[in-house]
Protein backbone atom coordinates (compact mmCIF):
# COMPACT_ATOMS: atom_id res chain seq x y z
CA UNK A 1 0.00 0.00 0.00
CA UNK A 2 1.10 3.36 -0.91
CA UNK A 3 2.04 5.87 1.71
CA UNK A 4 -1.27 7.76 1.81
CA UNK A 5 0.24 11.47 2.85
CA UNK A 6 0.52 14.17 0.03
CA UNK A 7 3.86 16.28 -1.10
CA UNK A 8 3.21 18.82 2.33
CA UNK A 9 2.76 15.91 4.84
CA UNK A 10 -1.03 15.91 4.97
CA UNK A 11 -3.55 13.52 3.71
CA UNK A 12 -5.89 14.75 0.83
CA UNK A 13 -9.30 13.97 2.24
CA UNK A 14 -11.49 11.60 0.55
CA UNK A 15 -8.64 11.54 -2.59
CA UNK A 16 -7.01 7.95 -1.47
CA UNK A 17 -6.47 5.98 -4.74
CA UNK A 18 -5.09 2.15 -4.04
CA UNK A 19 -1.70 2.21 -5.65
CA UNK A 20 -2.14 -0.79 -9.07
CA UNK A 21 -0.98 -1.12 -12.28
CA UNK A 22 -3.38 -2.29 -15.24
CA UNK A 23 -1.34 -4.94 -16.96
CA UNK A 24 -2.05 -7.06 -20.47
CA UNK A 25 -2.49 -9.80 -18.24
CA UNK A 26 -5.38 -8.45 -15.93
CA UNK A 27 -7.03 -7.07 -19.18
CA UNK A 28 -6.66 -10.58 -20.95
CA UNK A 29 -8.19 -12.37 -17.34
CA UNK A 30 -11.11 -9.54 -17.59
CA UNK A 31 -12.26 -10.57 -20.49
CA UNK A 32 -11.49 -14.29 -19.91
CA UNK A 33 -13.54 -14.26 -16.99
CA UNK A 34 -16.73 -12.36 -18.96
CA UNK A 35 -16.30 -14.65 -21.90
CA UNK A 36 -16.26 -17.86 -19.65
CA UNK A 37 -19.85 -16.34 -18.31
CA UNK A 38 -20.84 -15.62 -22.07
CA UNK A 39 -20.74 -19.29 -22.88
CA UNK A 40 -23.48 -20.12 -19.71
CA UNK A 41 -26.83 -21.56 -21.68
CA UNK A 42 -28.95 -21.37 -18.59
CA UNK A 43 -27.31 -19.00 -16.17
CA UNK A 44 -31.07 -19.22 -14.91
CA UNK A 45 -31.35 -23.09 -14.41
CA UNK A 46 -27.40 -22.48 -12.40
CA UNK A 47 -28.73 -19.75 -10.02
CA UNK A 48 -31.62 -21.88 -9.02
CA UNK A 49 -30.22 -25.44 -9.02
CA UNK A 50 -30.27 -25.55 -4.99
CA UNK A 51 -27.95 -28.81 -5.12
CA UNK A 52 -25.49 -26.66 -7.02
CA UNK A 53 -26.09 -24.12 -4.77
CA UNK A 54 -25.45 -26.34 -1.19
CA UNK A 55 -22.51 -28.29 -3.41
CA UNK A 56 -20.61 -25.20 -4.27
CA UNK A 57 -21.27 -23.16 -1.03
CA UNK A 58 -19.96 -26.52 0.72
CA UNK A 59 -16.46 -25.85 -0.76
CA UNK A 60 -16.35 -22.21 -0.62
CA UNK A 61 -16.85 -22.71 3.20
CA UNK A 62 -14.50 -25.58 3.64
CA UNK A 63 -11.66 -23.57 1.11
CA UNK A 64 -11.85 -20.31 3.20
CA UNK A 65 -11.28 -22.30 6.47
CA UNK A 66 -9.06 -24.60 5.14
CA UNK A 67 -6.53 -21.71 4.86
CA UNK A 68 -6.98 -20.64 8.34
CA UNK A 69 -5.61 -24.04 9.36
CA UNK A 70 -9.45 -25.78 9.56
CA UNK A 71 -9.08 -29.16 9.15
CA UNK A 72 -12.60 -29.84 8.94
CA UNK A 73 -14.07 -32.02 5.62
CA UNK A 74 -16.58 -31.26 2.94
CA UNK A 75 -18.42 -34.40 4.69
CA UNK A 76 -18.32 -32.80 7.88
CA UNK A 77 -19.59 -29.41 6.86
CA UNK A 78 -22.39 -30.55 5.15
CA UNK A 79 -23.25 -32.82 8.05
CA UNK A 80 -23.44 -29.56 10.44
CA UNK A 81 -25.47 -27.94 7.73
CA UNK A 82 -27.82 -30.97 7.97
CA UNK A 83 -27.79 -30.52 12.03
CA UNK A 84 -25.77 -33.72 12.44
CA UNK A 85 -23.42 -34.49 15.14
CA UNK A 86 -19.78 -34.53 14.37
CA UNK A 87 -16.27 -35.43 16.20
CA UNK A 88 -14.17 -32.72 15.54
CA UNK A 89 -12.45 -30.13 17.55
CA UNK A 90 -14.76 -27.73 19.14
CA UNK A 91 -13.26 -24.38 17.38
CA UNK A 92 -13.07 -25.44 14.00
CA UNK A 93 -16.94 -26.44 14.27
CA UNK A 94 -17.69 -22.94 15.76
CA UNK A 95 -15.58 -21.69 12.49
CA UNK A 96 -18.08 -23.72 10.21
CA UNK A 97 -20.86 -23.01 12.32
CA UNK A 98 -20.21 -19.29 11.75
CA UNK A 99 -19.62 -19.67 8.54
CA UNK A 100 -23.04 -21.25 7.55
CA UNK A 101 -24.11 -18.37 9.48
CA UNK A 102 -22.61 -15.67 7.53
CA UNK A 103 -23.08 -17.07 4.20
CA UNK A 104 -27.42 -17.27 4.99
CA UNK A 105 -26.71 -13.28 5.19
CA UNK A 106 -24.43 -12.80 2.53
CA UNK A 107 -27.33 -11.51 0.15
CA UNK A 108 -28.19 -8.71 3.00
CA UNK A 109 -25.03 -7.09 2.98
CA UNK A 110 -23.90 -3.98 0.30
CA UNK A 111 -19.82 -4.24 -0.12
CA UNK A 112 -19.80 0.16 0.62
CA UNK A 113 -21.06 -0.57 3.61
CA UNK A 114 -18.78 -0.49 6.42
CA UNK A 115 -21.43 -1.21 9.11
CA UNK A 116 -22.49 -4.72 7.11
CA UNK A 117 -18.64 -5.27 7.25
CA UNK A 118 -18.03 -4.96 10.78
CA UNK A 119 -21.68 -6.97 11.35
CA UNK A 120 -19.88 -9.92 9.11
CA UNK A 121 -16.98 -9.87 11.48
CA UNK A 122 -19.51 -10.33 14.78
CA UNK A 123 -20.91 -13.19 12.87
CA UNK A 124 -17.56 -15.10 11.24
CA UNK A 125 -15.79 -14.61 14.38
CA UNK A 126 -18.43 -15.35 17.65
CA UNK A 127 -17.12 -17.75 20.47
CA UNK A 128 -13.98 -17.56 18.52
CA UNK A 129 -11.96 -14.17 19.81
CA UNK A 130 -13.04 -11.74 22.32
CA UNK A 131 -12.69 -8.22 19.78
CA UNK A 132 -15.61 -9.26 17.38
CA UNK A 133 -17.46 -6.70 15.03
CA UNK A 134 -14.92 -3.97 16.03
CA UNK A 135 -11.38 -2.98 14.85
CA UNK A 136 -7.89 -4.48 16.55
CA UNK A 137 -6.28 -2.05 19.46
CA UNK A 138 -3.10 -3.51 19.23
CA UNK A 139 -0.15 -4.39 16.45
CA UNK A 140 -0.40 -7.11 14.29
CA UNK A 141 1.62 -8.82 11.69
CA UNK A 142 1.72 -11.59 9.54
CA UNK A 143 3.93 -14.70 9.99
CA UNK A 144 4.66 -17.18 7.58
CA UNK A 145 7.48 -20.45 9.00
CA UNK A 146 7.22 -18.30 12.06
CA UNK A 147 8.59 -15.30 10.63
CA UNK A 148 6.73 -11.93 10.53
CA UNK A 149 6.24 -11.22 6.87
CA UNK A 150 3.97 -8.28 7.16
CA UNK A 151 3.53 -5.67 9.91
CA UNK A 152 0.23 -3.91 9.60
CA UNK A 153 -0.25 -0.29 10.58
CA UNK A 154 -0.55 1.07 13.94
CA UNK A 155 -4.25 0.19 15.57
CA UNK A 156 -4.66 4.02 15.78
CA UNK A 157 -4.54 4.64 11.72
CA UNK A 158 -7.43 1.50 10.66
CA UNK A 159 -10.62 3.24 10.98
CA UNK A 160 -8.98 6.31 8.73
CA UNK A 161 -7.35 3.22 6.65
CA UNK A 162 -10.92 1.78 6.40
CA UNK A 163 -12.66 5.02 5.82
CA UNK A 164 -10.33 5.73 3.26
CA UNK A 165 -10.75 2.30 1.75
CA UNK A 166 -14.77 2.35 1.88
CA UNK A 167 -14.36 5.74 0.21
CA UNK A 168 -12.94 4.49 -2.71
CA UNK A 169 -14.99 1.68 -3.06
CA UNK A 170 -18.09 3.50 -3.26
CA UNK A 171 -17.03 6.03 -5.72
CA UNK A 172 -14.53 3.78 -7.91
CA UNK A 173 -15.53 2.95 -11.45
CA UNK A 174 -13.00 0.14 -12.36
CA UNK A 175 -14.43 -2.83 -13.14
CA UNK A 176 -15.68 -4.98 -10.22
CA UNK A 177 -13.42 -8.07 -10.54
CA UNK A 178 -10.45 -5.68 -10.28
CA UNK A 179 -11.97 -3.55 -7.27
CA UNK A 180 -12.90 -6.75 -5.61
CA UNK A 181 -9.43 -8.08 -6.02
CA UNK A 182 -8.24 -4.25 -5.24
CA UNK A 183 -10.23 -4.07 -2.05
CA UNK A 184 -9.04 -7.65 -0.71
CA UNK A 185 -5.28 -6.98 -0.93
CA UNK A 186 -5.78 -3.41 1.02
CA UNK A 187 -7.73 -4.52 3.72
CA UNK A 188 -5.63 -7.91 3.93
CA UNK A 189 -2.63 -4.87 4.20
CA UNK A 190 -4.37 -3.07 6.89
CA UNK A 191 -5.30 -6.01 8.78
CA UNK A 192 -8.13 -4.15 10.23
CA UNK A 193 -9.12 -7.04 12.56
CA UNK A 194 -7.05 -8.79 15.59
CA UNK A 195 -8.03 -12.67 13.82
CA UNK A 196 -10.27 -13.28 10.66
CA UNK A 197 -8.70 -11.08 8.38
CA UNK A 198 -8.34 -13.78 5.39
CA UNK A 199 -11.48 -15.33 6.02
CA UNK A 200 -13.18 -11.38 6.01
CA UNK A 201 -11.15 -10.20 2.91
CA UNK A 202 -12.04 -13.16 0.61
CA UNK A 203 -16.11 -12.86 1.56
CA UNK A 204 -15.96 -9.31 0.97
CA UNK A 205 -13.99 -9.96 -2.73
CA UNK A 206 -16.74 -12.37 -3.28
CA UNK A 207 -19.35 -9.61 -2.01
CA UNK A 208 -18.23 -7.52 -4.49
CA UNK A 209 -18.19 -9.73 -7.31
CA UNK A 210 -22.00 -11.18 -6.43
CA UNK A 211 -23.23 -7.48 -6.87
CA UNK A 212 -21.83 -7.45 -10.22
CA UNK A 213 -23.35 -10.90 -11.13
CA UNK A 214 -25.12 -12.95 -8.91
CA UNK A 215 -23.93 -16.38 -9.59
CA UNK A 216 -20.43 -15.48 -7.87
CA UNK A 217 -22.53 -16.36 -4.23
CA UNK A 218 -22.43 -19.96 -5.85
CA UNK A 219 -19.14 -19.91 -7.45
CA UNK A 220 -16.07 -21.37 -4.63
CA UNK A 221 -13.38 -18.86 -5.80
CA UNK A 222 -12.19 -19.65 -1.95
CA UNK A 223 -11.73 -23.52 -2.99
CA UNK A 224 -9.50 -22.40 -5.92
CA UNK A 225 -7.13 -20.18 -3.54
CA UNK A 226 -7.04 -22.89 -0.80
CA UNK A 227 -5.42 -25.28 -3.33
CA UNK A 228 -2.84 -22.39 -5.01
CA UNK A 229 -2.46 -21.45 -0.99
CA UNK A 230 1.72 -20.70 -1.07
CA UNK A 231 1.00 -18.79 -4.33
CA UNK A 232 -1.53 -16.68 -2.51
CA UNK A 233 0.59 -15.71 -0.17
CA UNK A 234 3.37 -14.85 -2.36
CA UNK A 235 1.33 -12.57 -4.35
CA UNK A 236 0.36 -10.30 -1.13
CA UNK A 237 4.10 -10.25 -0.30
CA UNK A 238 4.86 -9.31 -3.96
CA UNK A 239 2.10 -7.12 -4.40
CA UNK A 240 3.34 -5.10 -1.16
CA UNK A 241 6.83 -5.17 -1.35
CA UNK A 242 6.75 -3.52 -4.87
CA UNK A 243 3.70 -0.71 -3.44
CA UNK A 244 1.31 -2.14 -6.31
CA UNK A 245 -0.98 -4.64 -6.58
CA UNK A 246 -1.04 -5.88 -9.62
CA UNK A 247 0.21 -8.59 -8.92
CA UNK A 248 -2.09 -10.02 -6.87
CA UNK A 249 -5.13 -8.87 -9.10
CA UNK A 250 -3.50 -10.84 -11.42
CA UNK A 251 -3.31 -14.16 -8.94
CA UNK A 252 -7.04 -13.55 -7.94
CA UNK A 253 -8.48 -13.51 -11.44
CA UNK A 254 -6.46 -16.33 -12.33
CA UNK A 255 -8.58 -17.80 -9.20
CA UNK A 256 -11.79 -16.70 -10.23
CA UNK A 257 -11.41 -17.66 -14.05
CA UNK A 258 -10.32 -21.01 -12.99
CA UNK A 259 -13.20 -21.41 -10.56
CA UNK A 260 -15.82 -19.93 -13.32
CA UNK A 261 -15.21 -22.75 -15.83
CA UNK A 262 -14.49 -25.76 -13.38
CA UNK A 263 -17.50 -25.05 -11.07
CA UNK A 264 -20.51 -23.21 -13.42
CA UNK A 265 -22.50 -25.83 -15.01
CA UNK A 266 -22.40 -25.07 -17.96
CA UNK A 267 -25.43 -27.20 -19.83
CA UNK A 268 -24.57 -28.99 -22.87
CA UNK A 269 -25.10 -26.81 -26.21
CA UNK A 270 -27.72 -28.18 -28.68
CA UNK A 271 -26.12 -30.15 -31.21
CA UNK A 272 -27.76 -31.61 -34.25
CA UNK A 273 -28.09 -35.53 -34.51
CA UNK A 274 -25.54 -35.63 -37.29
CA UNK A 275 -23.04 -33.81 -35.19
CA UNK A 276 -23.61 -35.55 -31.98
CA UNK A 277 -23.09 -39.03 -33.53
CA UNK A 278 -20.30 -37.81 -35.16
CA UNK A 279 -18.91 -36.42 -31.80
CA UNK A 280 -18.98 -39.88 -30.12
CA UNK A 281 -16.97 -41.56 -32.85
CA UNK A 282 -14.36 -39.75 -32.72
CA UNK A 283 -10.96 -41.68 -31.00
CA UNK A 284 -8.28 -39.62 -30.66
CA UNK A 285 -7.08 -37.93 -33.87
CA UNK A 286 -9.02 -39.64 -37.82
CA UNK A 287 -9.27 -38.76 -40.93
CA UNK A 288 -12.28 -37.92 -42.71
CA UNK A 289 -12.57 -41.32 -45.02
CA UNK A 290 -12.00 -42.97 -40.86
CA UNK A 291 -14.93 -40.72 -39.54
CA UNK A 292 -17.13 -41.38 -42.38
CA UNK A 293 -16.30 -45.66 -42.13
CA UNK A 294 -16.85 -45.31 -38.42
CA UNK A 295 -20.22 -43.89 -39.37
CA UNK A 296 -21.28 -46.16 -41.59
CA UNK A 297 -21.80 -43.36 -44.52
CA UNK A 298 -21.97 -43.64 -47.84
CA UNK A 299 -22.42 -40.91 -49.17
CA UNK A 300 -19.28 -38.87 -49.19
CA UNK A 301 -20.94 -35.43 -49.84
CA UNK A 302 -23.37 -35.86 -47.04
CA UNK A 303 -21.01 -36.26 -44.83
CA UNK A 304 -18.97 -33.72 -45.15
CA UNK A 305 -21.98 -31.26 -45.19
CA UNK A 306 -24.44 -32.90 -42.34
CA UNK A 307 -21.40 -33.89 -40.58
CA UNK A 308 -18.47 -32.69 -40.73
CA UNK A 309 -18.48 -28.89 -41.61
CA UNK A 310 -21.47 -28.48 -38.80
CA UNK A 311 -18.95 -29.99 -36.13
CA UNK A 312 -15.87 -27.67 -37.57
CA UNK A 313 -18.07 -24.27 -38.08
CA UNK A 314 -19.31 -24.63 -34.56
CA UNK A 315 -16.21 -25.49 -33.06
CA UNK A 316 -16.61 -28.84 -31.81
CA UNK A 317 -13.75 -30.70 -33.94
CA UNK A 318 -10.57 -29.09 -35.48
CA UNK A 319 -8.00 -30.05 -37.83
CA UNK A 320 -4.62 -31.66 -36.82
CA UNK A 321 -2.99 -29.91 -39.46
CA UNK A 322 -5.01 -26.10 -39.73
CA UNK A 323 -2.53 -24.31 -42.25
CA UNK A 324 -2.90 -27.29 -44.90
CA UNK A 325 -6.92 -28.07 -44.75
CA UNK A 326 -6.70 -30.16 -47.88
CA UNK A 327 -3.85 -31.96 -47.19
CA UNK A 328 -3.62 -35.83 -47.53
CA UNK A 329 -2.56 -36.11 -44.23
CA UNK A 330 -5.19 -34.18 -42.76
CA UNK A 331 -6.81 -35.79 -39.79
CA UNK A 332 -9.41 -34.62 -36.90
CA UNK A 333 -9.85 -34.29 -33.34
CA UNK A 334 -12.26 -32.88 -30.38
CA UNK A 335 -11.38 -29.68 -29.33
CA UNK A 336 -11.85 -28.80 -25.77
CA UNK A 337 -15.59 -27.72 -26.35
CA UNK A 338 -16.34 -31.04 -28.26
CA UNK A 339 -14.71 -32.41 -25.14
CA UNK A 340 -16.54 -31.34 -22.52
CA UNK A 341 -19.54 -31.89 -24.53
CA UNK A 342 -19.21 -35.19 -24.58
CA UNK A 343 -18.49 -35.58 -21.27
CA UNK A 344 -21.28 -33.99 -20.08
CA UNK A 345 -23.37 -36.33 -22.30
CA UNK A 346 -21.27 -39.13 -20.90
CA UNK A 347 -21.76 -38.05 -16.98
Same mark, same amino acid.
Given at each position: ??????????????????????????????? !?????? +?????? =????????? *? %? /???????? !?????? +?????? =????????? *? %? /??????????????????????????????????????????????????????????????????????????????????????????????????????????????????????????????????????????????????????????????????????????????????????????????????????????????????????????????????????????????????????????????????????
Amino acid at each position: MADRTGANGMKPKHSYQPPYTITSAILNLVA !GISEAF +GRFTVL =EDMATSLRL *R %R /VNRIRTIR !GSLAIE +GNTMSE =EQITAIMDG *R %R /VIAPPREIQEVRNAIAAYDRFTQWRPENEANLLEAHRILMAGLIDEIGVYRDGGVGVLADNQVIHMAPSAVRVPELMGDLFRWLADTDAHPLITGSVFHYEFEFIHPFADGNGRMGRLWQTLILTQWNPLFADIPVESMVHEHQAAYYQALQDSTSRTDSAAFIEFMLRMILDAVTTAAPQVAPQVTPQVSRLLVHIRGEMSSEALQNALELQDRKSFRERYLKPAMTDGWIEMTIPDKPNSRLQKYRLTNKGRQWLHQREG
